[in-house]
């Protein structure tokens, strides 16, 4: 029996060893077929350091940048156009869009940087980058990364479309691409996205199904210390803004405002038809999201008319916002649109909207010894200041932390006492005091141009439109051909064109009395802080500071007790230029009205030299 059980045992040894075999040898073809599948057809006797250096070779291939001095990037449509301020590099980035030639329409997916400091464009090509698309978003984050999320692709006759729903993160720095693989938003275009501390926060957009669109407003935010997303749930009972893409979402202290969009709304069985939005919303942030909500702005004072294909950009206390188009009447047939190239800007805090108009250049009258001298004047008061209250450096003899707006630079471009030419979905953006504007769409009938165009606008002056480029010879030659359709038919149409004229001028009459009405009826803005000095008409940002630099750095000493010497006067400086953005509406106010009356600049006696009487 022993014997038995013992020849059992054995036999069932080897039937396993036999098994263990078997699989041994399957697990080894597999491995090899997998391994001739994807590329590596490698013997098993391979050095696994050469193995390792090729795979390292090829990844690097992978990830390597391509990078070309261009004149311009290629004209495109529904891109982003970010600036970013990283350790001194400052870069306007243009990533994505897409081009209709008339027949099929081309997506993009490479990366433009404009150097605004050298004033020159690079193209980076990387076979790591995202997929081609357009309408996507992407914000920048003063830690130094660009968070980009979502977009559209479609096939070359836009017979089918396809919304993304991937994040990626660019290095400013390096202009490297990586891809967070973790669960976020669902798949959108249209979206927008803004920061909060250590949040990118992204709301709103649509996703297109082909037999109806439908529009969102779920609010989520993207942590960039842990690379998660995670979405904002309101109570049942909180009231939200209704669901938009083509908003304006613009970062604020306390959150972020929420202005305007469009949707689509029922329209009878199985239809739709657009909304352009004029509402107004506060997202007030909490530290704990979950305790975030928003509160709805009500209208005061003057308001934009409705529009859409415009997003304001933040700049200082304010969202400026430009161009954008609305659509008179819209049916199957006809479509009656009306196009802006206006500037408007939207104070946060005070939740007024104003126009802004550009003014003439001002010849530059300073003389330099003049500026020297009285650069001196204030920094000896300065460091009298720091010295009375032993707060001065030992080797104080920097020179005040300010802006020389008056520096003269050398520029060779044009610059126009006129806005650019009407359009909407221009891409824009502010860096420093810059308002830079880029392409944009114009339609004339059934024809879209895509205006191939890049300018900027200094918002401390509003001197004129610097132009780096602009090519609107499509749209030039459609005007001519215009213009001589409508000389053939003056002839017989003459009487009935000066009714309407008639008609037109008495309905713009009325719409100008109801405007000066309205803006008799707006009050002044109200200043918040009565007690700090007021900038002048005309008056710098430079001058300003000159004038009362000594009052903001007796603040600065008081509201920071442990800092010193150039500490102080840079601390100074920053609530100096705080305070002459914070007046800046009520200040052009004021110089518009005088220049109405003839009034360009205002000039200040020095009383401290002997006046002769003539």
């Known amino acids: 029996m022993a014997k038995k059980d013992k020849k059992s045992k054995e036999a069932k040894k080897a039937r396993m060893a036999q098994k263990n075999e078997k699989n041994n040898k399957k697990a080894d073809e597999k491995l090899k077929k997998l391994s001739k599948k994807a590329g590596d057809d490698l013997e098993d006797d391979m050095d696994l ?19 070309d001095v261009v004149d311009k990037p290629l004209k495109r449509l529904n891109a982003t156009l970010v600036a970013s301020n990283t350790n001194g590099r400052r870069e306007l980035v243009l990533f994505g869009g897409e081009v209709n030639t008339g027949q099929t329409v081309h997506f993009f997916n490479d990366l433009n940087v404009f150097s605004v400091d050298s004033k020159t464009w690079r193209r980076y090509v990387s076979k790591n980058a995202p997929l081609p ?11 130094g990364i660009f968070v980009m999320h979502g977009g559209e692709f479609s096939s070359p006759k836009q017979s089918t479309f396809h919304h993304y729903s991937d994040t990626w993160i660019l290095d400013s720095q390096t202009k490297e691409w990586a891809k967070v693989d973790v669960k976020g938003p669902p798949t959108r275009s249209g979206h927008r996205m803004a920061c909060w501390k250590n949040y990118v926060m992204l709301y709103g957009g649509f996703r297109d199904l082909g037999s109806h669109t439908t529009y969102l407003n779920d609010l989520w935010l993207f942590d960039i210390t842990t690379y ?14 209704d669901a938009r893409s083509g908003h304006s979402f613009l970062p604020t202290e306390f959150g972020a405002i929420i202005y305007g969009g469009y949707c689509k709304v029922k329209a009878g069985k199985g239809l739709q038809k657009g909304k352009i939005l004029t509402d107004c919303w506060a997202l007030n942030m909490k530290s704990d999201p979950a305790q975030s909500r928003f509160e709805r702005r009500r209208k005061q004072g003057f308001q934009p008319s409705p529009r859409v294909g415009c997003s304001m950009q933040h700049h200082k206390g304010r969202g400026l916002l430009f161009g954008g188009v609305f659509d008179y009447e819209e049916t199957e047939e006809t479509l009656d649109s009306e196009f802006y190239n206006s500037l408007l800007s939207y104070n946060i805090e005070t939740n007024r909207w104003y126009t802004l108009s ?5 010849k530059k009258t300073i003389v330099k010894k003049e500026k020297v001298n009285r650069d001196r004047e204030l920094e000896d008061m300065l460091n009298s200041i720091l010295a009375k209250n032993n707060l001065a450096d030992d080797d104080d003899e920097e020179k005040p932390e300010q802006e020389d707006e008056e520096e003269e630079e050398e520029e060779t471009l044009e610059v126009r006492n006129q806005m650019p030419h009407a359009r909407f979905n221009a891409l824009t953006c502010v860096l420093d005091d810059n308002l830079y504007i880029y392409g944009g769409m114009y339609e004339a009938g059934e024809q879209e141009y895509n205006l191939d165009s890049f300018y900027s606008v200094d918002l401390s002056k509003l001197d004129g439109v610097k132009v780096f480029w602009e090519d609107l010879s499509e749209l030039e030659r459609k005007d001519a051909e215009d213009s001589e359709d409508d000389d053939d038919d003056d002839d017989d149409d003459d009487e009935d064109d000066d009714e309407e004229e008639q008609t037109r001028e008495v309905l713009v009459a009325e719409e100008e009395e109801e405007d000066e009405e309205e803006a008799d009826e707006e009050p002044e803005i109200p200043d918040e802080h009565p007690w700090l000095p007021h900038p002048k008409a005309f008056e710098s940002l430079r001058a300003f500071y000159l004038r009362t630099g000594a009052d903001f750095l007796t603040w600065a000493i008081s509201q920071n007790p442990h800092t010193r010497g150039k500490h102080l006067k840079t601390k100074s400086f920053e609530l100096c230029e705080t305070r002459w953005w914070e ?32």
């Open 49 to 67: 350091d050469e193995l390792l250096k090729q795979l390292a070779l090829e990844q690097e291939k992978f990830e390597e940048i391509h990078v």
């Open 133 to 143: 698309r357009s309408s996507h978003a992407m914000c920048y984050h003063p830690s």
């Open 228 to 241: 998660k997303w995670k979405q904002v749930e309101f109570p049942t009972s909180h009231t939200v803004p």
């Open 358 to 362: 550009l003014r003439s250049a001002k």
């Open 583 to 614: 007046r800046r509406e009520a200040v052009q106010i004021e110089e518009d009205s005088l220049e109405e009356s003839g009034v360009t600049d205002v000039i200040e006696k020095d009383f401290s030299k002997g006046q002769k009487r003539r």
